[in-house]
């Protein structure tokens, strides 16, 4: 294929993929806590972490990355303790974390805010060999979290208090999906950017709730809808000369409105075979009680 002739568009491709594959990993999680714009206010701090990097002529993936963590443990502490004054807090945050960005990239050695816009909106041709590093370790943090504490992540996001009953340490938890959605954000934003990668933490998995049922069939469905409109997305900025980022959430958004549109129809038919079924179990279902069956 003429596009993997191009190694610009390989690096692309593979961050496409890792994007894909993260942010709805993470996202569920926030989905169930009621989250669901945390990811956009972690791109705003990313920000800061942006301009610095040009500041000091370092990788700004990496720097952004440590200041996305440190703003997004923030957060919520901000959120555990803040109480009637944390909107505040966080609204100060927020707005902080952009117009740092701005200043600090003006100050910076190229005096442009110009190399900025790559990174609020994502830029497919500027992703370096680099940056591809850097996105593959966080991807592999952020995965390994995810899958190998996906029942206890669950169990916090469903319910604080019976997570915390159960002995889990919650705190540590809520920090530490904190940190993963700090991460993800860092690993999305050379592909959709800062200001759009929240989208593509949420849309997909709202996409998979519409036709799944338990907890682990809507994440496997986000992440293959994740996966598949970043390299739709990606395929076609190169095609068509479009922006990545707005492309690949717009692809997203189509696809919650077709698996909106086929839920009714399928929600009626569950129902019917419910009431058919009603007889043979008595009336009694299974009690749903693990990560595996929980609807979502």
């Not at 957060?75 to 009637?84: F, H, N």
């Not at 208090?161 to 705190?171: H, I, N, Q």
């Not at 938890?173 to 934003?189: D, E, F, G």
């Not at 189509?254 to 009714?264: D, G, K, R």
Request: charged residues 10%.
């Amino acid at each position: 294929m003429e596009i993997l002739d191009h190694a610009f568009m390989q690096r692309a491709l593979l961050a496409a993929v890792l994007v894909g594959v993260t942010a709805p990993a993470v996202g569920i999680h926030l989905v169930q806590r009621r989250q669901a714009l945390m990811g956009d206010g972690i791109g705003h701090v990313a920000m800061t972490g942006v301009g610095l990097g040009f500041l000091m002529s370092a990788n700004p993936v990496w720097v952004a990355g440590l200041v996305s963590i440190a703003g997004a443990v923030l957060m919520e502490l901000i959120r555990m303790y803040g109480r009637t004054r944390g909107d505040i807090a966080l609204a100060l945050l927020f707005y902080g974390g952009m117009a740092g960005g701005v200043l600090l990239t003006s100050l910076s050695p190229d005096g442009s805010n110009a190399n900025l816009v790559s990174y609020l909106f994502g830029s497919l041709a500027t992703v370096s060999q680099e940056d591809v590093v850097a996105i593959c370790v966080l991807a592999a943090f952020v995965l390994a979290v995810s899958l190998g504490l996906r029942r206890q992540l669950f169990a916090v996001s469903q319910d604080e208090e019976f997570a915390r009953v159960t002995g889990l340490p919650v705190r540590a938890l809520n920090l530490l999906v904190a940190v993963t959605a700090a991460v993800t954000v860092t690993v999305a934003m050379r592909v959709v950017g800062l200001l759009l990668v929240s989208a593509l933490m949420v849309v997909p998995v709202a996409a998979a709730q519409q036709l799944t049922r338990s907890f682990r069939a809507t994440f496997a469905v986000a992440v293959l809808i994740g996966t598949a409109v970043t390299l739709a997305g990606t395929v076609t900025t190169y095609y068509q000369d479009v922006p990545p980022g707005a492309t690949i959430v717009l692809l997203a958004i189509a696809v919650f409105v077709v698996f909106t549109a086929l839920a009714a129809p399928l929600a009626r038919r569950r129902a019917r075979t419910a009431g058919a079924a009603t007889g043979a179990y008595d009336g009694v279902r299974p009690s749903p009680g693990t990560a595996d069956d929980v609807k979502v």
